[in-house]
Nanobody
Framework: QVQLVESGGGLVQAGGSLRLSCAASGRALSRYTMGWLRQAPGKEREFVSTISWSGGSTDYVDFVKGRFTISRDNAKNLVYLQMNSLKPEDTAVYYC????????????????WGQGTQVTVSS
């Protein structure tokens, strides 16, 4: 199985940017579709974005389209989430997640999860 560790969270003002990183170990990253999800206080965890094993296909939830960009570097076993034009409603714990590529999965379903990194956007 794969282990995931997120980093890059923090406090930023509205309109600012952050880049989250997810370091994978245990298995080659290229085996997995990778994703980012988030959970705000008092709310359920929600899907944010996925990227295919090759990086050739990406998917975003509507409320981050045009602001967030997911990318990956399989050689370095890293996945990124570049977040621009951040809003206070983006405040949440952001989780990196993985699922084995080549299977039909519901959009927000993943097999492996990191511990999360806190992102706080002040107004």
């Amino acid at each position: 199985q794969v282990q995931l560790v997120e980093s890059g969270g923090g406090l930023v003002q509205a309109g600012g940017s952050l880049r989250l990183s997810c370091a994978a170990s245990g298995r080659a990253l290229s085996r997995y579709t990778m994703g980012w999800l988030r959970q705000a206080p008092g709310k359920e965890r929600e899907f944010v974005s996925t990227i295919s094993w090759s990086g050739g296909s990406t998917d975003y939830v509507d409320f981050v389209k045009g602001r967030f960009t997911i990318s990956r570097d399989n050689a370095k076993n890293l996945v990124y989430l570049q977040m621009n034009s951040l809003k206070p409603e983006d405040t949440a714990v952001y989780y990196c997640a993985a699922r084995v590529a080549g299977r039909a999965w519901p959009r927000g379903v993943f097999e492996y999860w990191g511990q999360g990194t806190q992102v706080t956007v002040s107004s």
